[in-house]
């Protein structure tokens, strides 16, 4: 906060509460108010009511507040920072807090809605003093002005911003919905505003930190919550061949195998069975009865493959 800009917030804050003073005493300012409105100016130049019923929505807080945003958005997510939406967030707030708070406390009627010629309609229930679209205006529209990167697009930004703000204002005396003393303390408020900016840079930065530090957050703890990758296969059923019907266990039986079956001939295939008990498979892929199994002997009546007859007793005499 420099001294320039320390200068300018209090000259801005002593002139706010000029304004008010002067409407609450009912003063010249309340006169100058009447003599405008009775003037009627959009019975004077009726040719201009068209456009400006479209010109006075750049003041409305909705409409500007969305054009805004999407514009410091892009800007954000190019610059990889949140502080051009964390400061018209928070100059939204100021705005909202602070002229919502003065319109409500003082309750000062609109034009249309006047009941006494003269008299400043204070306390009466109303929410127009200061003008809500005016200090928007130029709340809204200053902060691109106030987050410019360079002095020359600062200059061009707010030479821009004070026209739109100046003409919005104008516009609702134009329309009959604002006083001439509503339009000059909405300009001063949203100036004070955007004045005040800087005393909340460091909340802002903090704000922006927390909201990276809860980011990284959320990452580590959905990145650490990942299963982790399946190395080996899912086991596979086996089909027990004919000889390895034992202990209880049907030819045919289908059962789940702790190992993949390696096939035929594999280097692996000896040493697997040689831990199993010592019995490595045939070429054909059977493997050799367990031991303990043995196998029934040749029928003794039965001749040697490839005789001829089968053998005789022999028979005395």
Partial sequence: MSRHRIALFGGTLAFYLAIVFAVLITSWLVALDWKVM???PYQQWPELHAFLDYYVVLGQRGPTAVMVACWLGWRSWRQH???????????????????GAVKLGLGRLGPHYATQIGSAEMFAGGD?????????????????AYLATTPRARRYLSAVSATVSLGVGLTTVYIG???????????????????????????IARTEAWIFAMRERWRERRGGARPAPVTGAAPQP????????????????????????????????GARARAHGGHPARPGGMPVAPTGVRRPPPHTERGARGSGSPARPMTGG
């Avoid at 919905?177 to 100036?191: E, K, M, Q, Y």
């Avoid at 039986?253 to 692996?268: D, K, R």
Wanted: charged share 5%; aromatic share 8%; hydrophobic share 55%.
């Fill in 128 to 144: 127009i003093f200061p003008s809500g679209h005016t200090a928007n205006a130029v709340v809204t529209w200053g902060i691109l």
């Fill in 177 to 203: 919905t604002h006083w001439l003393s509503d339009v000059v303390l909405g300009w001063a408020a949203g100036l004070l505003i955007l004045l005040a900016l800087p005393w909340f840079e460091p909340l």
């Fill in 238 to 269: 086996v089909l027990l061949p004919q000889s390895m019907a034992t202990e209880g266990l049907a030819p045919g039986t289908v059962t789940a195998a702790a190992e993949p079956v390696l096939p035929a001939g594999h280097p692996a295939s």
């Fill in 81 to 99: 920072t949140l502080r051009p939406l964390l400061v018209l967030g928070t100059s939204l707030l100021l705005l909202n807090v602070t002229v």
């Fill in 38 to 40: 009775l003037f009627r």
